[in-house]
C-alpha cells in the first residue's frame, strides 16, 4: 500500500515566487494535518482538516499561507509571495478519523528553499 | 510557550544498553501521547503510544512508561541497536482527532 505522498521533495525558489506543495492521503483516511518544521520552532500544525472540512487554521502563519482540498484524497498548501522565512521542511500527514490508534501517517516531507 | 519538551537535545549510547528518552508535557488535557522516529530526509514514523489511562505499554524492545502527576514519560529502548539511531519525537494530544504537539526531538547515536 502507499503511505502519504507529497511532492515536490525539494523546491527552491525566489522570494516573491508562488509555491505550491502537494499532498496524496494514504487511501480510505480522510483526516489531513499540514506541520511545518524549523530549526528554530521544531515541528508545528499549520492546518487540518476532517472530511475534506478545515477544523484549525490557527497555525497558518499569514495570510500568504493558504490550503485546500479540491478532492478527498488531495490537499494544497500555497505560499504567495514566498519570503526567506518560509524555508523549512512541510510535512503532511493523513489520518482516519474514529481510527482506534490515533495515529498520523507522514509523507517523506518537502524541503521548501526560498532565496 | 512549549507544552511538550524534550530537554536532551541528544543523547549517546553503547550497542546493546538501554536507551532513555525523556519527555515532559504541560497540558493537563493531553489524553494520548505518541512517539515517533525520524531518519534523515525522511518523515516521522509512528513507534509507541500510550493513553493516559495506562502508565506503561510494551512493544518488543520498545517501552513507554507515563507518569501523569509528574507530567513525564520516557520511551526506554533495548537492548540498543545501531539501527535506531535516528531523532525521536515525543508528541502529545487531545481527545478525538485532534492535531498532535511534538517535542523538539532528541537525537540518539547508538555506538556499536
Known amino acids: 500500500d502507499a503511505g502519504v505522498i507529497q511532492s515536490p521533495r525539494h523546491e527552491v525558489t525566489e522570494m516573491g515566487q508562488e509555491v505550491t506543495l502537494r499532498c496524496k492521503l494514504i487511501?480510505?483516511?480522510?483526516?489531513l494535518f499540514w506541520y511545518r518544521q524549523t530549526m528554530m520552532r521544531g515541528l508545528e500544525l499549520l492546518i487540518y482538516?476532517?472530511?475534506?472540512?478545515?477544523?484549525?487554521d490557527s497555525g497558518m502563519p499569514e495570510d500568504r499561507f493558504s490550503a485546500k482540498m479540491p478532492n478527498a484524497s488531495f490537499s494544497t498548501l500555497k505560499i504567495q509571495p514566498s519570503e526567506p522565512r518560509d524555508s523549512a521542511v512541510y510535512f503532511c500527514?493523513?489520518?482516519?478519523?474514529?481510527?482506534?490508534?490515533?495515529?498520523?501517517?507522514f509523507g517523506p516531507g518537502t524541503r521548501l528553499t526560498v532565496l | 510557550d512549549q507544552q511538550v519538551k524534550q530537554n536532551s537535545p541528544s543523547l549517546s549510547v553503547q550497542e546493546g544498553r538501554i536507551s532513555i528518552l525523556n519527555c515532559d508535557y504541560t497540558?493537563?488535557?493531553?489524553?494520548?501521547f505518541l512517539w515517533y522516529k525520524k531518519y534523515p530526509a525522511e518523515g516521522p514514523t509512528f513507534l509507541i503510544s500510550?493513553?493516559?489511562?495506562?502508565d506503561k505499554n510494551e512493544d518488543g524492545r520498545f517501552t513507554v512508561f507515563l507518569n501523569k502527576s509528574a507530567k513525564h514519560l520516557s520511551l526506554h529502548i533495548v537492548p540498543s541497536q545501531p539501527g535506531d539511531s535516528a531523532v525521536y519525537f515525543c508528541?502529545?494530544?487531545?481527545?478525538?482527532?485532534?492535531?498532535?504537539?511534538f517535542g523538539k526531538g532528541t537525537r540518539l547515536s547508538v555506538i556499536a
Open positions: 508528541a502529545a494530544k487531545t481527545r478525538g482527532n485532534t492535531p498532535l504537539v
Open positions: 482538516f476532517n472530511n475534506n472540512v478545515p477544523i484549525d
Open positions: 497540558n493537563s488535557m493531553f489524553d494520548y
Open positions: 500510550i493513553s493516559s489511562i495506562k
Open positions: 500527514a493523513s489520518s482516519l478519523v474514529g481510527g482506534g490508534d490515533n495515529e498520523q501517517f
Open positions: 487511501s480510505g483516511h480522510n483526516s
